[in-house]
């Protein structure tokens, strides 16, 4: 795996293994972090040569940039040299490394200069430090008094370039330089160090003689991540390529704290002037989301590794933390710092749905077994902040969607008391399989409660729509947000009023080409306000799910194509935590790798547009695909299913469809198979939709009916103003009509049987695929109707 660029200013580099980080902007300089410690800012490369006396920044001469899992690449070219830059943090190891390979017409002089820091993450910190230069090991020592926390910043040869004295933290840089001969060289810049003295942070440096073998073993372990986890291959690259990176991009937030242990962290960011790095600390919440995608590509032991970690953490109260700063264990967190620990009323809703989600996924009775009490006693934790209602009361349990605005202290919220109640019914299910009649008669009348009340409190029937929250004073929030997604994604409230809702918010103005706003265009939008105004990815995850689960399939796939594009157009193989509402372009101040900005789209698109669930006690796969008409194949590998691993492929010629099943543990599970049905028409089935699959089975149909898609062409950056596509449909006994809004810069396919005539106004022109499939572009067309009648 890799990905080739050139460069442009943004452009987000990083190389994290689960105990360092190295990250920055493009020329901006490097980053790096030894969790919890950030060791050094601001390094950048200079090169002076001597034939020319010329010096200058290296990034003058960048020619192009390649990902890889384990490195990150960068070459440059001078008509006096060719150089090699590869950004490498190894697995388990606290340092990274810069390693250089050069070929040079002349003698070079590489200048290295940074910023010392030597300070524990937000809201931690240490004092006294100091930063010297050692000529045994060719670097900076930086240090403190009580010899708890060093790091070193050297390579081999090197001399010191710095006036800088020890003490001297200013801004100018700390600088030292390397002799580079004319020929063939390579070279190494170690920063190295964490908490830990001065004597164990130099034994790190004995790694600087095998980082070939570490550098591949960085690159197997990622290879077999990838090829051991769910694999997709579509006519779509853009989702093939999300799909593998954003698999490694959610491996790469599970890191190590040499206090905490192992946990799932919620992005990751250069921290600028201060200690916080992104969100590179733990987030409950953002785990237990995450881990709904994580569990879908089978990657449970993450999952399980996640829920035991915050298990640990959880209060007397049975309250699971919101977040927990990797200084902690440096810092009295939970006592001095406690406001932030418990700040959010939906972080243990969201925990228990994980822990419900990882069980009916994996089928494992021992974690319920050893964890029961604990997850009671996170359920019984809301008793205190419910009412009589059963909804959550949100200005005592905590914030909810929104956390900031006048808007962020509401009295109950459907995104809240939603996540609540999708939680409960899946421990419904889980209780229910480990045999307990009591806590489900308990969840029972709780799932009841909450339900009626959602129903009757968030509900307004004239506007045909569900809203975020009800204020102190019984009044309902009157915007129009993507909020209630949330709890339809899970199919937990009524489907009419859930598919009407949908339809509402997916054609009003809080819909862009590039994905849903926070909030409708009103006088409270801001395009780059954090919760009333931008595009968040975590949003849309699950407002793709929830257009797909209510029948909204183009606008499904519309929302997931956007993500992709946005991937695409990032080039970093991560994803931006915000971007505008008015402009497709990411927020500046944004954290550039945001697990949840990935994982509920890799959600969105398995359990969406694949429509794959699994039910690991009853070994039950429900195989639902709502995939683009215009797509001819598929395949599925690594699906697991209890015990069983199962690969599904598809394949269409004309109008006949067939996916092929094959078990290959051959170990017996169901299948019960959801065709999706033409918008206009019918499937003719040659073979059962519900079977056992023991060994290889294919299940085929004929599709008779019309159905259609629909991709924009101009989804870049900086696109604005763009309005999203409406496609309403007019059925009649003998025509369907498609009437098509804002669909300027589009290319619209269309299946369409014998025996239909076709016809577009304004007269456009239709390209014929195949015997049954066609395709329109509509440039510089923004309304359109194309009629379907029968002859």
Known sequence: MKKTFKTRQRLYLESMGKRSCMMGFFGQGWEVWSWPVKLIANLKTSVWIPKTMDTHDLTLFTNDIVFRPEIVKISYAHPLFELEERAFAPINFPGCFLIYDVNASTDLEMIFSFKPELNLMWPGSIGGQYCHWSDSLNGFLISEPTDSFSAIVRSVGAIKYSKEGDHAFSDNPHTFKLHVSRGVNRFVVSIVGGAMGKKACQELLKIEEGLDQEIEKANEHYRNYSSSTLRIETPDEELNEFFEWGKLSMLKGLIENPNLGEGLIA??????????????????????????????????????????????????????????????????????????????????????????????????????????????????????????????????????????????????????????????????????????????????????????????????????????????????????????????????????????????????DVITRWGARSIEVCEHYDPINYNLGSVWYFINGFVAKAAYETDHILEGWQIVKAALRAFSEENSTHLSELFSGDVFAPIITAVPHQLFSVGPILWSVMEGTFGLEVDAFEKILCFRPRVPIHWERFVIDNVKVADSTVRIEFVRKGKSFEYRFKNLSRKPIKVTFEPKKPRFGEIVAETPFEFVLEDEFSVRYNLQGIDYALEYTNLRFGLSNAKPAILSEIKSENSFQLECENVNDSVIYFFCPEGFAVRTEPDLTVSRLDDFLYRVETTGTKNLKITFRKI
């Open 267 to 508: 992005g990751v960011g250069p921290s600028g002037k201060s200690t916080r790095a992104g969100f590179a600390w733990f987030f409950a919440g953002d785990a237990s989301i995450n881990s709904l995608s994580i569990c879908g590509f089978n990657d449970v032991e993450t999952v399980k590794k996640s829920l035991a970690f915050y298990f640990s953490f959880q209060n007397e109260e049975g309250r699971i933390p919101h977040e927990i700063s990797q200084s902690h264990g440096f810092i009295d967190w939970f006592n001095k710092y406690k406001g932030f620990a418990f700040l959010h009323a939906d972080t243990t809703a969201w925990f228990l749905l994980a822990c419900a989600n990882y069980v009916l996924h994996t089928g494992d009775t021992k974690f319920v077994e050893e964890y029961r009490e604990k997850i009671l006693k996170a359920l019984r934790f809301y008793d205190s902040l419910c009412d009589e209602t059963g909804l959550i009361v949100n200005y005592r349990a905590g914030l909810g969607a929104l956390e900031i605005s006048d808007f962020r202290r509401s009295k109950y919220e459907i995104y809240t008391s939603g996540i609540y109640l999708a939680a409960m019914k899946k421990l419904e299910r889980v209780f229910e399989r480990m045999g307990e009649e009591e806590v489900c008669r308990e969840l029972r009348e709780k799932i009841e409660k909450v339900e009626t009340s959602i129903e009757r409190f968030f509900w307004d029937e004239v506007k045909g729509s569900y809203f975020l929250s009800i204020n102190a004073s019984d009044q309902l929030f009157p915007y129009l947000t993507p909020w209630p997604a949330f709890p339809i994604s899970f199919g937990v409230l009524d489907p009419d009023r859930s598919k009407r809702s949908m339809r509402k918010m997916l054609r009003s």
